[in-house]
């Protein structure tokens, strides 16, 4: 499989984006899914993921309450909608799939498809 994020932009602080993640290829109900991001500077970061059939889900302390995970597997398409975002949530955004990883796992090491990142920009 493999993934296209898009859906970036600036944004104002308390403002709202989706970022959307399309996978190719016919077994994506099979992958669990995760969003990641990268400040400048900084480590790749775990913001949340999503089980095969996208019935349950994961999120950093960081931004539990403010992001949701879902997913159409209709669509080969996972889904990332924030809110009230912050400047600190200024980063560049990845998806990611692994087919044998649990979706409550966070170590970016054990997601094994990528995708290119989409840049995320909060102005305050």
């Known amino acids: 499989v493999q993934l296209q994020a898009s859906g970036g932009g600036l944004v104002q602080a308390g403002g709202s984006l989706r970022l959307s993640c399309a996978a190719s290829?016919?077994?994506?109900?099979?992958?669990?899914m995760g969003w990641f991001r990268q400040a400048p500077g900084k480590e790749r970061e775990f913001i949340g993921g999503?089980?095969?059939?996208?019935?349950?889900?994961d999120y950093a302390d960081s931004v539990k309450g403010r992001v949701t995970i879902s997913r159409d597997n209709a669509k080969n398409t996972v889904y990332l909608q924030m809110n009230s975002l912050k400047p600190d949530d200024t980063a560049v955004y990845y998806c990611?799939?692994?087919?044998?990883?649990?979706?409550?796992?966070?170590?970016?090491?054990?997601?094994?498809?990528w995708g290119q990142g989409t840049q995320v920009t909060v102005s305050s």
């Open positions: 990611a799939a692994d087919m044998y990883t649990g979706w409550y796992n966070r170590k970016a090491i054990d997601y094994h498809i």
């Open positions: 290829g016919r077994t994506f109900s099979s992958y669990v």
């Open positions: 999503i089980s095969r059939g996208g019935n349950s889900t």
